[in-house]
């Protein structure tokens, strides 16, 4: 696609049910990134993907977080039994690695999944 | 442990006013640097990017940002913002070129 993408937009639940959201990358983007940002906050790195290697999970804040990546292509970030404070907008991110570098360019952003924990 | 400081949370400017936009990180070794933008209702953009050579970069919309080395700073600057400028910036550092640490963010209002 044109961009990254990321379903829901928005997510409504109730506190303790588990609630999963998608993160489509930039076709051919081998890494894949996820960040939280709360309200008035900034961005809170969460994990990342970067090709066939192992994750990067040290920003995960706790065990009931979780994500999966297909190959180099969709993501999904799970979080388990929700509790309030995990209500925030969850971003997306997927770049290109830059070959003369031998690391990853800009990040290209999704439009975020509005997370609220009622 | 890394991290980014932004000095300013909150910046208030009239039109044609000059900016500039504090950027720390606490990282002793090679890093690359960023400053994205968000507009309002949009998604996060890159700005500029350094990773290495000349210290000064210049990005989009004429801002430029500049890295000193030996103060472990990146600054955001523009010599007269517009009443479009108005968004929400944060500077990021990634050390050694994957995970990505982002500030705080420092939200501009430009007066018209």
């Known amino acids: 696609g044109a961009g990254v993408s990321q379903s829901p937009s928005n997510k409504v639940t109730e506190k303790g049910k588990d609630v999963e959201l998608r993160c489509d990358p930039i076709?051919?983007?081998?890494?894949l990134y996820w960040y939280r940002q709360r309200l008035g906050q900034g961005l809170e790195f969460l994990i990342y993907?970067?090709?066939?290697?192992?994750?990067?999970k040290s920003g995960l804040p706790s065990d009931r977080f979780s994500a999966e990546r297909t190959g180099e292509s969709v993501s999904t970030l799970t979080i388990q039994r929700t509790q309030q404070e995990d209500s925030a907008v969850y971003l997306c991110?997927?770049?290109?690695?830059?070959?003369?570098?031998?690391?990853?360019?800009?990040?290209?952003f999704g439009p975020g999944t509005r997370l609220t924990v009622l | 442990a890394q991290s980014v400081s932004q000095h300013n949370h909150h910046v208030i400017l009239s039109e044609a006013a000059s900016l500039e936009l504090g950027c720390n990180y606490s990282?002793?070794?090679?890093?690359?640097l960023f400053w994205y933008v968000q507009y309002p209702g949009q998604h996060l953009q890159l700005l500029l990017k350094?990773?290495?050579?000349?210290?000064l970069v210049k990005g989009i919309k004429g801002f430029e940002a500049e890295f000193i080395k030996s103060k472990f700073s990146f600054n955001l600057r523009k010599p007269s913002v517009q009443w479009s400028d108005t968004a929400e910036y944060f500077c990021?550092?990634?050390?050694?070129?994957?995970?990505?640490?982002f500030g705080a963010g420092t939200r501009l209002f430009v007066k018209a």
């Open positions: 990282y002793g070794g090679t890093v690359n």
């Open positions: 993907f970067q090709g066939n290697s192992a994750p990067d």
């Open positions: 991110a997927s770049s290109a690695r830059d070959r003369e570098r031998r690391n990853y360019n800009e990040q290209f």
């Open positions: 350094y990773f290495s050579g000349d210290p």
């Open positions: 990021a550092v990634a050390p050694g070129g994957f995970k990505t640490i």
């Open positions: 076709s051919g983007h081998t890494a």
